[in-house]
C-alpha cells in the first residue's frame, strides 16, 4: 500500500499534468487513498491519507500539512459507505465514494488556503480512475495477503 501511495504522489507531482483534460488533471493520490480503504479497510485508508498528503505537501509550495488534512475527510467518509454484495454494486459504489472524496479534498483546501480548484471536475476524473484502481489494487494487494496467509 505504501509504494501505491508513494507512486501516485510521485506521479500526481511530476506527470499528472501530462493526463489533463479540458484543464483538469487527475488526483491520483485520492484514488490511492480510496482504494486503499475499500481494499485494506479504515485504518489503512486512513494512514495512506495522511502518507500520501504529507509527500503531497512536501512536493508543493506553502505549508506542511494542508494535503493531508484535505485528504483525511474523504478517506473517513469513504470507510463509512456501505458496501454492497454484488461486484458492480462495489464498484460503482467506490467510484463514487472517490467522487465525493474528490470534492471532500477540493473544499478543504478551499477552505484552508482560500484558493479556487476545480473539485467538481477533478471529482468526475477521480470517479472514472477508482474502479480501475481499486481492482488493481485489490489483485495485487490481496493475491500477497492470500500467499502470506497460505504459508
Do not use: K
Not at 511530476?14 to 487527475?26: D, K, L, M, Q, S
Not at 495522511?50 to 475527510?73: F, K, R
Not at 472524496?101 to 473539485?119: H, K, M, S, T
Request: hydrophobic residues 65%; aromatic residues 8%.
Amino acid at each position: 500500500m505504501a509504494a501505491l501511495v508513494l507512486a501516485a504522489a510521485l506521479i500526481q507531482l511530476t506527470t499528472a499534468y501530462r493526463f489533463e483534460v479540458f484543464g483538469v488533471t487527475p488526483n491520483l493520490v485520492v484514488v490511492a487513498v480510496i482504494a486503499a480503504v475499500w481494499t485494506f479497510g479504515s485504518a489503512a485508508g486512513l494512514a495512506a491519507a495522511c502518507a500520501g498528503g504529507l509527500l503531497l505537501d512536501l512536493g508543493s509550495p506553502g505549508a506542511l500539512g494542508p494535503h493531508a488534512l484535505a485528504l483525511l475527510p474523504g478517506a473517513y467518509v469513504a470507510a463509512m459507505w456501505p458496501r454492497a454484495r454484488a461486484e458492480w454494486a462495489n464498484l460503482t459504489l467506490m467510484a463514487l465514494s472517490a467522487a465525493v472524496a474528490a470534492l471532500l479534498y477540493a473544499a478543504v483546501l478551499v477552505a484552508l488556503d482560500g484558493q479556487v480548484r476545480l473539485g467538481a471536475a477533478t471529482a468526475i476524473y477521480d470517479l472514472v480512475l477508482a474502479p480501475p484502481a481499486f481492482l488493481l489494487v485489490r489483485a495485487v494487494g490481496l493475491g500477497r495477503i492470500t500467499r502470506r496467509a497460505q504459508a
